[in-house]
Every structure is written in C-alpha cells, then in structure tokens.
Antibody, heavy 118, light 111 residues
Framework: QVEVQQWGAGLLKPSETLSLTCVVY????????WTWIRQPPGKGLEWIGS???????STDPSLQSRATLSLDASTRQFSLKLRSVTAADAAVYYC????????????WGKGTTVTVSS | QSVLTQPASVSASPGQSITISCSGT?????????VSWYQHHPGQGPKLILY???ERPSGISDRFSGSKSDNTASLTISGLQAEDEGDYYC???????????FGGGTKVTVL
C-alpha cells in the first residue's frame, strides 16, 4: 500500500519561506506525477502545483512567482517551497499522488498545518 | 470563493440516500469527464472515492456513485451510515489555467 508522509515547519513569520517535503513509501515513484494542495481555514481545497520525474512542473498562476516544486527520485521525496508568505498562505498543506490521465489524486498525505504570524 | 459550487451541508438519517451537487462551467465540468470526489475527515488527508465521474477506486463501497449532466456533477451516497459523516469535495480538470479546480465542500451529517 502506497503511503505518503509529509513534514515541514508549521509556524512562519510573514515574508519567510514555507518549506514542505513528502516521502513516498512503497509503490512506484517514477511513474506518477506528484502534487501539492492546500486548504485555508474555513475554505475549500486549492491546487498549488504538480511535478513529474523529469522535473517538469505546473503551478497555479497566482502562486507561480513564489512557488518552487522539486523532486529527488533517489530518496523518493518531493518538496514545495513558497517564498514571502503572508497570512493568506496560512492553510493545511497536503501532498498527493496524481492518478495521471484522470486528473484525480489517489494517495494523500495527512496534511501539515501552516500558520503565518508575526 | 471556490470555482465549483457545492451545497454547504446535507443531512439525512441512517439508511437514507443523499445527493450532493457540484456545479461548474464550460471550462470544467461541462466540457470534461474528469470529475472526482473526495471524502475528508478531520486530521486526515482527503480520500478519493470517485474519479472519471463515476469510477470507484479499489476498496470504495458501491454505495458511492456519481453522475454528470451538462455543467453539474453529482455524488450519491446510498444506505447512509454513520461513518459517512464528513466533508465531501468535488474536483474537475479545467481549461482555466490550473491543473484542477475544487468545490467548496459539503458537510454531510448523519442524523
């Protein structure tokens, strides 16, 4: 059973950089795209960006200038960095596996709560 | 404000059926058949329960079914059980510049 575990700093000050990482246990890593999704308090889910083994990325246009996705196949890890965070970036952040060609996410991490406060 | 529109809440008694709607536009649901649904319990990651409008992943109960008509997708849960309580999100691919868009979520309460 594929499992994704995620970690990263949960409390940031405005203007700092959010950094989150996920590791994939079991199953194929190279055959899939991997994605980041967030849920601000009291709101719905928001797609952030996706990455594949070749390092090809796509990012929500509203975050493109601040977000960097990366992947390390040797350690089966993928990461998200979001620069210059503000209170609007406070959310629960999830990493997930993309069920490619179906535009669905079939394996999810448990989520990391990120708070932005001075 | 979410791109796809869902009712904020739905409630019913055990054993009954409920249907959650998800309305989109020609940029997403109306044009594509890549609608997925997720069940979300607090403290956990969302769980995929339907993809491609009506396909169930392995291990998902056949009490969950999906359909689509024009710009609206629907999730039906039949034989409602206490464990079905939680939040449900719809999702669709889109030509609007992002990979996917989500609904705002529907809270399901089993009375």
């Amino acid at each position: 059973q594929v499992e994704v575990q995620q970690w990263g700093a949960g409390l940031l000050k405005p203007s700092e950089t959010l950094s989150l990482t996920c590791v994939v246990y079991r199953g194929s890593f190279s055959d899939h795209h991997w994605t980041w999704i967030r849920q601000p308090p009291g709101k719905g889910l928001e797609w952030i960006g996706s990455i594949d083994l070749r390092g090809s990325t796509s990012t929500d246009p509203s975050l493109q200038s601040r977000a960097t996705l990366s992947l390390d196949a040797s350690t089966r890890q993928f990461s998200l960095k979001l620069r210059s965070v503000t209170a609007a970036d406070a959310a629960v952040y999830y990493c997930a596996r993309v069920l490619y060609n179906h535009y669905a996410m079939d394996v999810w991490g448990k989520g990391t709560t990120v708070t932005v406060s001075s | 404000q979410s791109v796809l529109t869902q009712p904020a809440s739905v409630s019913a008694s055990p054993g009954q059926s409920i249907t959650i709607s998800c309305s989109g536009t020609t940029s997403d649901i109306e044009t594509y058949d890549f609608v997925s649904w997720y069940q979300h319990h607090p403290g956990q990651g969302p769980k995929l329960i339907l993809y491609d409008v009506s396909e169930r992943p392995s291990g998902i109960s056949d009490r969950f079914s999906g359909s689509k008509s024009d710009n609206t997708a629907s999730l039906t849960i039949s034989g409602l059980q206490a464990e079905d309580e939680g939040d449900y999100y719809c999702c669709s691919n889109t030509s609007g510049g992002t990979f996917v868009v989500f609904g705002g979520g529907t809270k399901v309460t089993v009375l």
